[in-house]
């Protein structure tokens, strides 16, 4: 498909588990961006990487997660350790060009439940 | 640094109504404006966006929405709901290149139920 596409769509960890969420995004996409969605909430920024580079991981709530993007193209969120608080959709978006200012595509999300 | 608010968090509007859904911002300086609709099962999608030019701007399925610099605002509108306009409705902005930061800032969202 030519969409942005996630896997798995659902994850359901006991606490203290790890995970991993995979990002397929569009073929030729520089940017691509990690968020998360609390119930009730919108999408909150977690990290972006410029192609294999990560240039901004501000909003990772923690050490327990970690990303990367290690050829610039397919993305993986690890959550060690889950918690909780951790529960929620995570989604990926990626855009064309460098960030700021271009459309982001977001892809339907992988929704994480923590036990 | 910036932060979106959205008035409504649920709107409950008969087929045929008009729709205004209100978004606020706070920046300092230049920003680019999204709305972004989540219909039921489905991921988000780009309704609109505002860069520069013209504030009134049109997007898909006749929506439309205009920013106003002195207000820090940018509402959408719709002149007559459908049914199928049931969603929710996200307002996010970021910064143009180079100004440093990244990510879209969204607010909390308005969730939309259209009445037959």
């Known amino acids: 498909g030519a969409g942005v596409s996630q896997s798995p769509r659902y994850k359901v960890a006991k606490r203290g588990q790890d995970v991993a969420l995979r990002c397929d995004p569009i073929?030729?996409?520089?940017?691509l961006f990690w968020y998360q969605q609390a119930l009730g909430q919108g999408p909150e920024f977690l990290t972006y990487?410029?192609?294999?580079?990560?240039?901004?991981k501000s909003g990772l709530p923690s050490d327990r997660f970690f990303a990367e993007r290690p050829e610039g193209s397919v993305s993986t969120l690890k959550i060690q350790r889950t918690q909780q608080e951790d529960s929620a959709v995570y989604l990926c978006?990626?855009?064309?060009?460098?960030?700021?200012?271009?459309?982001?595509?977001f892809g339907p999300g992988t929704r994480l439940t923590v036990l | 640094a910036q932060s979106v608010s959205q008035h409504n968090h649920h709107v409950i509007l008969s087929e045929a109504a008009s729709l205004e859904l209100g978004c606020n911002y706070s920046?300092?300086?230049?920003?680019?404006l999204f709305w972004y609709v989540q219909y039921p099962g489905q991921h988000l999608q780009l309704l609109l966006k505002?860069?520069?030019?013209?504030?009134l701007v049109k997007g898909i399925k006749g929506f439309e929405a205009e920013f106003i610099k002195s207000k820090f605002s940018f509402n959408l509108r719709k002149p007559s709901v459908q049914w199928s306009d049931t969603a929710e409705y996200f307002c996010?902005?970021?910064?143009?290149?180079?100004?440093?930061?990244?990510?879209?800032?969204f607010g909390k969202g308005t969730k939309l139920s259209v009445i037959p």
């Open positions: 990487f410029q192609n294999e580079a990560q240039l901004d």
């Open positions: 073929s030729g996409h520089v940017s």
């Open positions: 920046y300092g300086g230049t920003v680019n």
């Open positions: 996010a902005v970021n910064p143009p290149p180079g100004a440093g930061s990244y990510q879209l800032t």
């Open positions: 505002y860069f520069s030019g013209d504030p």
């Open positions: 978006a990626s855009s064309l060009g460098l960030a700021g200012g271009n459309e982001q595509f």
